[in-house]
Every structure is written in structure tokens, then in C-alpha cells.
DNA sequence: TCGCTAGAACCA
DNA sequence: AACGTGGTTCTAGCGA
């Protein structure tokens, strides 16, 4: 028997196997069993020395046994489960794509005189800002060169007839490269799709989704729902979504104890209008739009250390009327920027921060003297309660969810907020209102939980 | 040919 | 002065 001395950290837990051979996989499926449990008894073991407790009630020991270890077999019967997709509704959606997307070439290449690899941001990059002459003043650099992505893209827009060529050639090229084409290879005997749900990779506790990746399926476009819209319930079932509204700025109010924040959630009122209204100096009803999306990427982007610089060149703000909005936020929100500057020397007293239910994440850069490590560590200091305290939320939604679901119903994805059940069409009211009550009382945050709920026939209508 | 990084895109 | 957090996948380009 190897020791588990001789396997922790060396990043593999069995002997190296071929698995050729009926023998071989046997013994490594044994020994994949027995090193597993071994570790078990070790690493849980620890736990229980560690056991200490937070004033939550919370440790480490009871994230393991209330939270991760329940969520074992509900993973693996989502993944048995799979979610059914119509391939035709895929096939269509990709001739169209293939002829637009080849009309956009022969006109990108007559714009730039010239064929090349449209795949190549560099080969682009010396179309755009060579051959072109694009101004190049301002523009985001990477190690290679000038960037070509969307956002600098962006500002060239009205500068050249080749820029919003080349924005729809590649939304359309990445979403027919990598949902279109790719997914109908990964459909099983049975017609669906089975992820991997992974529960060990985020570093702030959240799941995440390979083989395909069904965490990232495109949404924010028409065409993102249209590819949605060939996930399908099979005939005589439905599906039933629900989804946590702005929980993560919720969990925010909570933690740092915001009483504006939180009357504001609890009067339903939308945060973000809200936060327009505040750093506007106008009514709630008079908010434009554009001054909504401000506030929006205001709210999160300052909540995770977003610098001023850094507001500037996402809202296209001037630097120092970024600063200003930044600074009034926080005026309006003295316990929030309190609470940030009380985790961050947390995290550098202890060199880890946690989520409310005991999830740590260590940060040991916390206390570089290189500005860049030492910022980046506390940005993510900040973070992990607030993420954190969100995946865990989810997974105990999960848990309760999974277990009142009747047998003839499957929980099927989880995406970060969202859960999405299959069931049968008769019990899909039945079954989205119970997502809605014990999804909002799956912990007193002391601001209410906003469940949204929906029910269609493919995820598209979602 | 394979494994790696960089850059770009998609999601919460 | 400086890079909001957490993920996966795709292609190009490079070197072993």
C-alpha cells in the first residue's frame, strides 16, 4: 500500500496505470477508491481538530458535512440526467451563420485590400493599426502589440466601415465555433447533453461546468437566446427556472450591515435605479437609461476593488468624474466602504478571508510590497465573502430544492444563480413555486431573497 | 504532433 | 500609474 505521504502533492493520488488491460483498470479503479476514503479519513479528521466555529455558527467541519458532502450525489444525478437538445433547431441556426458569416469575409477582405486569418488578432492588429492606419492613441496594449477586442473595438467603430465587420464576424464566428457546431457532437444515445459538474476548481466555493461548459451558454444577444431555445424539454415536459435576483449585492448589503442598501432591497425597489438616482442627485422615476447602466457597473465594479482608472475606461467616463462618482457612492455607503476596509485588514492579519458559512480562501500576497500582487490579493480578499457567501447559498438552495422534488422531476443545471429543473407539464407551477419559497428561505440574510421564476417548453423562452 | 501561452469570446 | 471577481473554450503561434 502506497502512504498517503508519498501521494499528497505530488498532484496524483495512483499509481500511473495505462488501463489497457480489464486487470489494470481494476486495480486503479481499487486504488482510486481506497486513496479516496483514506484521504477522507485524513482530511476529515483535521477538520474536526480545527472545528473552530464562527458567529455564524459555521465551520469549516459543517461546510463539509451540511454542505459539500450532500452535494456529492446531486451533481452526479445531474449529470446522469442530462438536458435534451434539439439538434435540427442547431443545424438551422448554422447554415444561416456559415452564409453570413462568409459574406462578412469577402467584405472584411475587400475593405482591408487584402486576405488574412481573421482568427489571428495579430494578423488583424497589423491589418487595423498598419496597413489601415488606425489611430492607435489610448488604445488597451497587450504583450504582443495593440489589442483588437471588442472594447477597443469598440471606440474605432466610426472610424473605419471594417470595424463592425469584423465585431459581427467574430460574436458570429465564436458562437457558431464553440455552441453550433460543438455541441451536437456531445449529444449521447439518449439525445442530451451531460456536463461535468466540477466541486473542487472556483476558489470561492461556486461549481463550474466542462465537457461541455453549460455555465457559459450565450444569452445577452438574439441569437445567444436562439441557440438557448435548442434546449428542450422532451414532450409532455417542461422546464422550470429560477434564479436568485442581484443576490450578490444582497449578500453585500448583509454583510457589511448598509441600511440603505438593505431598505432598499427590502422595499423592492431596483438597486441599481436606486444608486443612479443617489450619485445623480434626481428622482428614482427620472433615471435614464444610461444613467442605470452606470450605477450598474458601478455597484459591482466597486464592490471588487475597481479603480477609478478602471470605471473611466469601462463607462468612458473622464478619470477624474470617475473618481468623484466613486467617492459620492461610498459617501452614500459609509458602513460598505467601512466593511471593505475591515476585510481587507482581515485578510492581512490572518492571510485568508471567508464566506459566511466558513469557506476560506487564503491570500498569503496580501502583504507583498509589489503593488500589482499586493492589490490583485486584495481584491480577491474582498471578494471571496461576497462570491463565496453566494455559492454557498446556492448549493443549500440545491440541496433543499433536490430533495422535495418529486421522483418524476430532475433537477438539471445549475447556473451560479439559476437552477433548472425538468418536470412533467402538470406539476410545473407546483414545482416553480416551491423552487420560489425554498430558494428565499434557504438562510436569513436579514434581506429578503428575490426568487424569479419561469416555465417553458425550451430554455430559450426562460 | 503535442503542449503551452496569449488573446479573444462566452457566462455568472 | 497600475488590472472589478470567478469560470471554460476556441484559435493562432511557437518551440520541443
Keep these: 500500500m502506497i502512504p498517503i505521504s508519498e501521494m499528497i502533492g505530488t498532484g496524483k493520488t495512483q499509481t500511473t496505470f495505462d488501463r489497457t488491460t480489464i486487470e489494470d483498470a481494476t486495480i486503479y479503479a481499487a486504488e ?84 488574412f486569418n481573421m482568427g489571428s488578432p495579430a494578423q488583424l492588429g497589423q491589418i487595423l493599426y498598419g496597413r489601415l492606419g488606425l489611430p492607435t492613441a489610448g488604445l488597451k496594449k497587450g504583450k504582443t502589440g495593440v489589442s483588437t477586442a471588442a472594447d477597443v473595438l469598440e471606440k474605432l467603430r466610426d472610424a473605419h466601415p471594417i470595424i463592425p465587420l469584423i ?5 458570429l464566428d465564436k458562437l457558431k465555433n464553440t455552441y453550433v457546431d460543438a ?16 466541486q473542487t476548481i472556483a476558489q470561492t466555493g461556486r461549481l463550474s461546468s466542462t465537457n461541455p461548459n453549460l455555465q457559459n451558454i450565450p444569452v445577452r444577444t438574439e441569437l445567444g437566446r436562439e441557440i438557448r431555445g435548442a434546449f428542450v424539454a422532451p414532450e409532455g415536459r417542461v422546464l422550470v427556472s429560477a434564479d436568485y435576483s442581484q443576490i450578490e449585492l444582497r449578500v453585500a448589503a448583509a454583510l457589511a450591515g448598509d441600511e440603505g442598501m438593505i431598505e432598499t432591497f427590502k422595499a423592492g425597489i431596483d438597486l441599481h435605479q436606486q444608486t443612479a438616482a443617489e450619485l445623480y442627485g ?9 444613467q442605470r447602466y452606470a450605477a450598474k457597473t458601478i455597484n459591482f465594479g466597486v464592490l471588487y476593488g475597481m479603480s477609478a482608472h478602471g470605471l473611466s475606461v469601462a463607462t468612458g467616463m473622464e478619470g477624474r468624474e470617475a473618481a468623484g462618482f466613486i467617492e459620492r457612492y461610498f459617501e452614500v455607503r459609509p458602513k460598505l466602504r467601512e466593511y471593505i476596509d475591515e476585510t481587507k485588514k482581515f485578510a492581512y492579519d490572518n492571510q ?22 499586493r492589490s490583485g490579493a486584495e481584491r480577491m480578499a474582498v471578494n471571496v465573502p461576497i462570491q463565496g457567501t453566494a455559492a454557498d447559498i446556492y448549493k443549500l438552495a440545491m440541496i433543499d430544492v433536490a430533495r422535495k422534488l418529486d421522483a418524476d422531476c430532475d433537477l438539471l443545471l445549475q447556473i451560479h444563480d439559476e437552477l433548472i429543473v425538468e418536470a412533467p407539464t402538470a406539476k410545473g407551477e407546483a414545482v416553480a413555486d416551491m423552487m420560489r419559497e425554498v430558494m428565499g428561505s434557504v438562510i436569513d440574510l436579514g434581506v429578503p431573497l428575490a426568487v424569479d421564476t419561469e416555465i417553458g417548453v425550451n430554455w430559450g423562452e426562460l
Excluded at 438536458?83 to 472584411?108: P, Y
Excluded at 434626481?282 to 444610461?290: C, F, G, P, S
Excluded at 471567508?354 to 498569503?364: D, H, N, S, W
Design 32 to 115: 482510486d477508491a481506497d486513496m479516496s476514503w483514506r484521504l477522507y479519513l485524513k482530511l476529515r479528521s483535521e477538520l474536526e481538530a480545527q472545528n473552530d466555529v464562527n458567529e455564524h455558527g459555521w465551520s469549516m467541519l459543517r461546510l463539509a458535512n451540511d454542505i459539500e458532502w450532500p452535494i456529492v450525489p446531486i451533481l452526479a444525478e445531474m449529470e446522469i440526467a442530462g438536458i435534451k437538445l434539439d439538434t435540427k433547431v442547431l443545424g438551422e441556426i448554422g447554415s444561416r451563420l456559415g452564409a453570413r458569416i462568409n459574406q462578412l469575409k469577402g467584405e472584411i477582405f475587400d475593405q482591408a485590400g487584402e486576405e
Design 167 to 171: 465585431m459581427e464576424f467574430r460574436e
Design 183 to 198: 455541441l451536437p457532437e456531445l449529444v449521447g444515445a439518449d439525445g442530451r447533453i451531460h456536463t461535468s459538474f466540477n
Design 282 to 290: 434626481v428622482k428614482l422615476d427620472e433615471v435614464t437609461k444610461a
Design 352 to 373: 485568508y478571508t471567508a464566506t459566511l458559512f466558513g469557506r476560506r480562501r487564503a491570500c498569503p500576497e496580501i502583504r507583498s510590497t509589489n503593488f500589482m500582487l
